[in-house]
């Protein structure tokens, strides 16, 4: 079963814009992670985040975790083509393994 | 250094054909995962081993298929017979090791995947 959940499933933007992906999640976690995919490849390991924090920054990435609301949310500013991808938020509880959401179908228009 | 090499990337096979996958995780990486990724969905874990022991295979068909990790390094996994549901692409991932206390063990990376398509 897939706990995160992410929103939009498909986001068009045009380069220069910025991105933003949500993350719904229904238990309590450890940490939340972002991986990004691009077309005919593995994933990527983005960003993580532990329970305990907030917010937090990577290049043009910031990520924030809100727990009361059991939601995350992606932030990629001055998107560019090369951001185009598949992005997953992954989940980890416990001892539990990782478990992945559907994923964000990022396109980033020249 | 070098990352999670898979093999094949692409393989085609008749349905009740058997099929092997092959994956050579980082090195020094104790924890090695397949997933099995279906066209616009995550990755859904089939089996998670640490060093050579399966810890975690409750997601794996076990009638059909096998895995294993020999010496806690390679590991293939094996579908025999195949059917057509198991169109999908078959990614293996490594992390450093089991724990809570960095969050470089808690990264998962990934190798290209192994598309594979039964006819």
């Known amino acids: 079963s897939q706990q995160g959940e992410e929103d939009p499933q498909a986001l068009s933007i045009q380069e220069g814009e910025n991105a933003t992906m949500n993350c719904s999640y229904k238990?309590?976690?450890?940490?939340l992670q972002w991986y990004r995919q691009n077309s005919g490849r593995g994933l990527v390991h983005l960003i993580l985040?532990?329970?305990?924090?907030r917010e937090k920054h990577s290049g043009r990435l910031r990520v924030t975790l809100d727990t009361s609301k059991k939601s995350s949310s992606l932030l990629i500013t001055a998107s560019r083509a090369a951001d185009t991808a598949s992005y997953f938020c992954a989940t980890k509880s416990g001892n539990t393994p990782l478990v992945f959401g559907k994923g964000t179908r990022l396109s980033v228009i020249a | 250094e070098a990352g999670v090499v898979q093999s094949p990337r692409y393989k085609i096979i008749e349905k009740k054909q058997p099929v092997a996958f092959w994956c050579n995780p980082i090195?020094?990486?104790?924890?090695l995962y397949w997933y099995l990724q279906n066209l616009g969905q995550g990755p859904e874990l089939l089996i998670r081993?640490?060093?050579?022991?399966?810890?975690?295979d409750s997601q794996l068909p076990k009638d059909r298929f096998s895995a294993e990790r020999l010496k806690g390094v390679d590991s293939t996994l094996k579908i025999q017979p195949a059917e057509l549901g198991d169109s999908a692409v078959y990614l293996c991932?490594?992390?450093?090791?089991?724990?809570?206390?960095?969050?470089?063990?808690?990264?998962?990376?990934f190798g290209p995947g192994t598309r594979l398509l039964v006819l």
């Open positions: 090195s020094g990486h104790n924890t």
């Open positions: 238990t309590s976690i450890n940490n």
């Open positions: 985040i532990r329970s305990n924090e």
């Open positions: 991932a490594s992390s450093p090791g089991q724990g809570e206390t960095s969050g470089s063990q808690e990264t998962q990376y």
């Open positions: 081993y640490e060093n050579e022991e399966a810890v975690d």
